[in-house]
């Protein structure tokens, strides 16, 4: 009988430190420690635009393997590769807490300020990626803050490129028409005007005046324009429920954007 050959025994691939569920559980927490403790599962489903069950099963369950997959594939970059990685393929998230914004602790006091208002009308002026910017900002903002997390409502014309959807904003398609424009606009305001949120955005919406101020008076409406419209003088607001945000910054994409806040003449 031929004597059975032996063969060197291989060992096992050495897996990544953490399982996909421990990767799972530790991106949970530190979203939590980034937004807040009591964030929950439906908080950040909501903000990424799907249902609870499907993020909750997503940590614990069938992300489970792309998440190790995933992990060991980004562990074959330097951290600086990954740095830049993450960079190239992840928009940005606008806050009053975002460093284009947060260095100036007295124009980030004026923008809780104005946020707080349960009613009126606030105009963002000046360069329109900042304008944004600001107004995706304010949107942002008011979810984490309010105490019940209520969502905001809105409409943009500008598609969520290069940061971050508002959930409850209406994006409209790119290279749409004026006249596209206007037509949707007309389709989406009833939803805005019924909907239960106290905040309305408007990015480069064409003019609905007398929509606009109506609503104003019921909710906080946020708007980003090239300029301050021309308010008939019987429909303007008293000063301490309306705003003028002026915003100027740079050409570079992450220069700190510089806030001026008036009352809306």
Not at 23 to 33: F, P, R
Not at 151 to 165: D, Y
């Amino acid at each position: 009988m031929k004597p059975e050959s032996k063969q060197p025994r291989l060992t096992q691939p050495i897996q990544p430190t953490f399982s996909g569920y421990a990767i799972g559980e530790q991106l949970h927490l530190a979203l939590k420690a980034a937004h807040g403790e009591d964030l929950t599962y439906a908080q950040v489903a909501d903000q990424i635009m799907t249902v609870r069950s499907t993020y909750h099963r997503w940590c614990r369950d069938v992300g489970v393997e792309h998440l190790r997959i995933l992990t060991s594939l980004m562990e074959l970059l330097t951290a600086e590769e990954r740095m830049s990685f993450w960079g190239s393929v992840c928009r940005d998230r606008p806050s009053l807490r975002h460093p284009r914004l947060a260095h100036d602790a007295n124009g980030i006091a004026r923008l809780h300020a104005v946020l707080s208002k349960p009613n009126g009308i606030t105009v963002i002026t000046g360069p329109g990626s900042a304008a944004t910017f600001v107004l995706t900002a304010f949107g942002i903002e008011f979810r984490r803050q309010d105490r019940s997390h209520r969502a905001v409502a809105g409409l943009s014309v500008h598609p969520p490129h290069t940061t971050i959807p508002v959930p409850g904003v209406h994006y409209l398609p790119p290279l749409t028409s004026r006249q596209e424009q206007l037509r949707l606009v007309r389709e989406i305001w009833p939803l805005l005007d019924q909907s239960d949120a106290p905040v309305v955005l408007l990015d480069a919406v064409p003019d609905l005046v007398t929509e606009v101020l109506a609503l104003a008076r019921r909710k906080h409406v946020i708007m980003s324009l090239a300029q301050v419209p021309e308010w008939p003088p019987s429909r303007r607001f008293p000063a301490e429920t309306a705003h003028h945000v002026t915003v100027s910054t740079s050409p570079h994409p992450s220069a700190p954007i510089e806030v001026k806040v008036d009352p809306l003449g």
